[in-house]
Nanobody
Framework: QVQLVESGGGLVQPGGSLRLSCAAS????????MAWYRQAPGKQRELVAV???????NHADSVKGRFTISRDNAKSAVYLQMNSLKPEDTAVYFC???????????WGQGTQVTVSS
């Protein structure tokens, strides 16, 4: 199984950029589907972006063209490059790992992203 630790959150002005990182420990990272979710105050957690074991990606409509998910299997890490940030991107961002073959999933502890002037 894997354990996840996020980093890279912080305070940024509108229009700025941040890069979130998620470090995974454990075995078989390369076969996990990895994703980033976010949860704003008073709102449900929502999917931001996902990358499969094969490298296919999908991004929520709200972040398409601004955010990019990527993974580095050699480093057991997944990243979220966030550009042109908006105040509505303010949320706690969570890393998620899923391995459907054994019905396993896990979450990181989250990292706060605040977009404000």
């Amino acid at each position: 199984q894997v354990q996840l630790v996020e980093s890279g959150g912080g305070l940024v002005q509108p229009g700025g950029s941040l890069r979130l990182s998620c470090a995974a420990s454990g075995s078989f990272f390369k076969i996990y589907t990895m994703a980033w979710y976010r949860q704003a105050p008073g709102k449900q957690r929502e999917l931001v972006a996902v990358v499969t074991a094969g490298g296919s990606t999908n991004h929520a409509d709200s972040v398409k063209g601004r955010f990019t998910i990527s993974r580095d299997n050699a480093k057991s890490a997944v990243y979220l490059q966030m550009n042109s940030l908006k105040p509505e991107d303010t949320a706690v961002y969570f890393c998620h790992a899923r391995r459907d073959s054994i019905g396993f999933e896990t979450w990181g502890q989250g990292t706060q992203v605040t977009v404000s002037s």
